[in-house]
């Protein structure tokens, strides 16, 4: 079973304008954590957001939050005012409980690119 | 800042050859992992490693092994490559606590013949 479901492939959205990601997840461990990357043409994985499930409040970043809804299993991702150097394939992931050695095994969605206009 | 190296940005392999992907990362950091990205299906980990000498499988690791000799190296290896192992790779590092993210390369487009 799918663990992280991005059901957007392509997005567009104008220049100066918000746009949400989408993002649910399944897991009946009680302690995970939700990561977003962005991934420009380039290439490079970069590291944008992360919220934990006993997080009080909803992770802000700069232009990017984390619209998260802990009972609809859903951490969308939000940008206000884009740029068009937002354009990129965006990824949602989910740590997993890990017991070998600790730390935080990701499982990562199929993405959604985001494409800027003018 | 974080630097995850891998040794080469493009290569072009035969079937058959055994095939050495290398990562270096320079923040001391005690978790290290190998994904490979095909396109609708995001990142795919092959292997992970939580210490040195330490391995453990991923979600696919059939045709791959790893090695980790170093703290800051860890290394992919195709015992004998194939064509669907034509892939972008990537490597990334992280410290062990949980939420940490995780710090990516750029990335070894491999292409077999």
């Known amino acids: 079973a799918q663990k992280i479901t991005q059901t957007q492939p392509g997005m567009f959205v104008q220049e100066k304008e918000a746009v949400t990601l989408d993002c649910t997840y399944d897991t009946s461990d009680p302690s995970y954590g939700l990561f977003w990357y962005k991934q420009p043409s380039s290439g490079e994985m970069i590291f944008l957001i992360y919220?934990?499930?006993?997080?009080?409040q909803n992770a802000t970043e700069g232009r990017y939050s984390l619209n998260f809804q802990k009972a609809r299993k859903s951490a969308n991702l939000v940008i206000s005012a884009s740029q068009l150097g937002d354009s990129a394939m965006y990824f949602c992931?989910?740590?997993?409980?890990?017991?070998?050695?600790?730390?935080?095994?990701?499982?990562f969605g199929t993405g959604t690119q985001l494409k800027v206009e003018l | 800042d974080v630097k995850v190296t891998q040794s080469s940005r493009y290569l072009v392999k035969r079937t058959g050859e055994k095939v050495f992907l290398e990562c270096v990362q320079d923040m001391d950091h005690e978790n290290m992992f190998w994904y490979r990205q095909d396109p609708g299906l995001g990142l795919r980990l092959i292997y992970f490693s939580y210490d040195v000498k330490m391995k453990e499988k991923g979600d696919i690791p059939e045709g791959y092994s790893v090695s980790r000799e170093k703290k800051e190296r860890f290394s992919l290896i195709l015992e004998s490559a194939s064509t669907n192992q034509t892939s972008m790779y990537l490597c990334?590092?992280?410290?062990?606590?949980?939420?940490?993210?995780?710090?990516f390369g750029d990335g070894t487009r491999l292409s077999i013949l």
């Open positions: 919220q934990g499930s006993y997080d009080q």
């Open positions: 992931a989910m740590r997993e409980k890990w017991v070998t050695g600790g730390g935080n095994k990701l499982t």
């Open positions: 990334a590092s992280s410290f062990r606590q949980s939420n940490q993210p995780q710090h």
